[in-house]
Structures are given as C-alpha cells and as structure tokens.
C-alpha cells in the first residue's frame, strides 16, 4: 500500500506565496508520476502540475510562470511552489501519485488567497 501525507496549506493574502509538501510511503515504484490536482467549491478536479521521475513537469496554463512543481526522489516527496498567488487559486489541493496501474490520492490540503 501507499500513502500520501500533505502539508503546507494555509491562508495568504492575494500576491504571496505558500509552498506544499507530500511525502510518499510504502511501496513505492521508481518509474512514477507524482504532482498536485486542486478542487474548488462547485467546479471538478484539475490537473495543476505533475513531475515524472525523470524530472518532466507539466502545468495547467493558469499557473505557468507562478508555479513550480519539484520532488526529491530519494524522499519520495513532491513540493509544490506557488507564487504571485490569486484569488482563484483557492482550493483543496490533493496530492497524486501514479505508478504503474494504480493511482493513489493523498487527503487534500486547503488553499486559501484572500483578496
């Protein structure tokens, strides 16, 4: 089994910043993806950035330029920097990770930019 713990979440004024955290255990592969998804009130999960094991990154246009998605493959952690951050950016962000088959979800960590 594997399990995602996230922290870093918080709530900022529009323009600053937060950094999250999300360390993986348990039966972890070392061809993955990992990376971060984000659910506002009412709207479906999207996709933020994701970071293969390789290093590739992928983001959603919204946070290109503003955000930076890292891991350290020794700790099986992901980061998530975010930067120049609005409103809209508001959200309960869940960390990914998937290997193989299986995808995994660890349990979400709200985002909250004050206007």
């Known amino acids: 089994q594997v399990q995602l713990v996230e922290s870093g979440g918080g709530l900022v004024q529009a323009g600053g910043s937060l950094r999250l955290s999300c360390a993986a255990s348990g039966n972890i592969f070392s061809i993955n993806t990992m990376g971060w998804y984000r659910q506002a009130p009412g709207k479906q999960r999207e996709l933020v950035a994701v970071?293969?094991?390789?290093?590739?990154?992928n983001y959603v246009d919204g946070v290109k330029g503003r955000f930076t998605v890292s891991r350290d493959n020794a700790k099986n952690t992901v980061y998530l920097q975010m930067n120049s951050l609005k409103p809209e950016d508001t959200a309960v962000y869940y960390c990914?990770?998937?290997?193989?088959?299986?995808?995994?979800w660890g349990q979400g960590t709200q985002v909250t930019v004050s206007s």
């Open positions: 990914n990770l998937d290997q193989s088959v299986y995808r995994y």
């Open positions: 970071i293969l094991s390789d290093g590739t990154t």
